[in-house]
C-alpha cells in the first residue's frame, strides 16, 4: 500500500500515514495538497487523486521528540557503512560480499568502561573492525572515526527505503 508524508502547518514533517488515513482526513477537510504530485485510489465508479504529501490546516503542537536509540536506527543512521574501515552494504572483505547482517553495533567507550547505548556513543563497524578494536576506545587501537557519532534529526527516522521525490524537499534529505 502506498504511503503518503504528512505535514504540520508549518510544513514540518510529522509522520507517514496510509493512503486510506490521508483520504479520511481529505474528506474531513483537516488537510491539504502540499504537492502536485498524486496517487491513485480506483473505486467502484470513480477514481480518487489523493496527494503524496498533505498538510494539516491547522497547527498542532507535538513536544520535541527526540529520537529514540535502537540498534535498527543506528544501523539507518550510519547507512550500515563501517565507521572505520568506510566498507558498505554490498561491499568484498576477504572475498566475501557484506550483507546488512555482516555488520554489528560497536561502543567508542566499551561498556565495560561504563559506555551506554546511546546515540554519540554508538556507531556500525563491520565485524572485522569491530574485534580488531575488541575492549578499548579508538585511540587506544589506534583506529579513526570517519564521521562524529550524532543524535539524528527525527527526520531521517521519519522514513525509510525508497523516499519520493516530492518527500525530499521536506525531509531534508
Known amino acids: 500500500m502506498e504511503r503518503v508524508l504528512l505535514l504540520n502547518a508549518s510544513y514540518e514533517p510529522l509522520c507517514v500515514v496510509t493512503t486510506r488515513r490521508a483520504l479520511t482526513l481529505l474528506l474531513k477537510g483537516r488537510v491539504e495538497a502540499a504537492c502536485r504530485d498524486s ?55 576477504r572475498g566475501k560480499v557484506l550483507s546488512r547482517g555482516d555488520f554489528t553495533i560497536d561502543h567508542v567507550l566499551p561498556i565495560s568502561r561504563g559506555g551506554k547505548n546511546t546515540w554519540t556513543n554508538t556507531v556500525c563497524a563491520c565485524a572485522t573492525c569491530n574485534q580488531r578494536k575488541g575492549n578499548r576506545t579508538p585511540h587506544e587501537a589506534n583506529m579513526k572515526l570517519s564521521w562524529e557519532p550524532k543524535t539524528p534529526r527525527v527526520t531521517y527516522l521519519v522514513a525509510s527505503g525508497e523516499i519520493p521525490a516530492s518527500w525530499k524537499v521536506y525531509l531534508e534529505v
Open 39 to 93: 496517487l491513485e485510489m480506483h473505486g467502484v465508479s470513480h477514481t480518487l487523486r489523493i496527494p503524496t504529501v498533505v498538510r494539516l490546516r491547522r497547527y498542532i503542537n507535538v513536544p520535541q521528540r527526540g529520537a529514540r536509540w535502537s540498534r535498527h536506527a543506528v544501523f539507518q543512521r550510519d547507512n550500515h557503512t563501517c565507521v572505520y574501515c568506510g566498507i558498505r552494504t554490498g561491499g568484498k572483505q
